[in-house]
């Protein structure tokens, strides 16, 4: 099964909003929301086998990591981003990053879209593989 999450941060309190077999609408309408204060992660899962992408930050930087079937961990880059860090917001807790580890909310949701259609054997260069 697909499911979709997404954290609702009160201050140190997290709702959550769950969506069983979402739409591609609804999980593109979960990246919009994240906003780096209240929505800070959005977490697509598939149960069988078990992998999932995970969207955080916002609203103009984005983190993308995941797990895959084989148990490989993956995490999207922006190879031609320039030198510099920024602090975001990821499921609620705040970190510096590099800006060649995140991405704008397109590629982010190009990401998605490729999770989605079953992520292909060959990643490309973008993407950071972890066995």
Request: proline fraction near 5%; aromatic fraction near 8%; charged fraction near 25%.
């Amino acid at each position: 099964m697909l499911t979709v999450g997404r954290d609702n941060w009160s201050g140190s309190i997290s709702g959550e909003w769950e969506r069983n077999e979402p739409s591609r609408e609804d999980i593109y309408d979960a990246v919009a929301a994240l906003d780096g204060q209240v929505r800070t992660e959005v977490s697509v899962n598939f149960d069988e086998p078990y992998q999932y992408l995970s969207v955080a930050g916002g609203p103009e930087h984005f983190l993308v990591t995941g797990e895959l079937a084989d148990e490989s961990v993956v995490s999207l880059t922006n190879p031609t981003a320039g030198p510099g860090q920024v602090e975001l917001v990821c499921g609620g807790q705040i970190a510096s990053f590099e800006l060649t580890q995140l991405v704008d909310i397109e590629t982010a949701r190009r990401a998605v879209d490729r999770f989605l259609d079953g992520f292909p054997s060959v990643l490309g260069p973008e993407w950071e593989v972890e066995q």
